[in-house]
């Protein structure tokens, strides 16, 4: 975000999967619906530290550690979990940006907003692993 006001769209910071899919804080920024007027470093730090997060809860799918080759489906999983934990790490900066009169109570519920985010990118990583949604195991 510039703060002068100052809209960063072209802004765009590319993430490499190294063997995972790639990233971009432009895709983020589509995907989860964020201003143009938000930092994109600060979105690039947050995007890479959710995608490591992701990638060490996967690791069981490495072979010889190398991550597998997802479906287009999976890999839209795997995108969704990553950009959902960043969007949960990034709220409380959300919250302190400026709002019009009429966005104002938008983050109100942030605490919430937040354990949605994190619980949707738990369920993407039980996905990918195969694992019910619940947690619960057939027996």
Do not use: C
């Not at 920024?29 to 994109?40: A, S």
């Not at 994190?118 to 619940?134: F, K, M, P, W, Y």
């Amino acid at each position: 975000m510039s703060f002068g006001g100052k809209v960063n769209s072209a802004a765009n910071t590319a993430i490499p999967g190294e063997g995972w899919p790639d990233l971009s804080t432009d895709e983020f920024r589509k995907l989860r619906r964020i201003p143009h007027t938000f930092d994109n470093d600060s979105m690039a730090a947050a995007v890479t530290i959710a995608a490591l997060n992701i990638q060490q809860r996967l690791e069981s799918l490495l072979v010889d550690g190398i991550p597998p080759v997802l479906s287009a489906a999976k890999t839209a999983v795997y995108k969704r979990a990553v950009y959902g934990l960043a969007h949960a790490d990034l709220l409380p900066e959300f919250a302190t940006q400026d709002r019009r009169k009429e966005g104002e109570s938008v983050a109100t519920d942030e605490p919430e907003q937040e354990a949605r985010f994190v619980t949707q990118s738990n369920q993407d990583v039980r996905l990918l692993l195969g694992r019910s949604a619940n947690g619960i195991a057939s027996i």
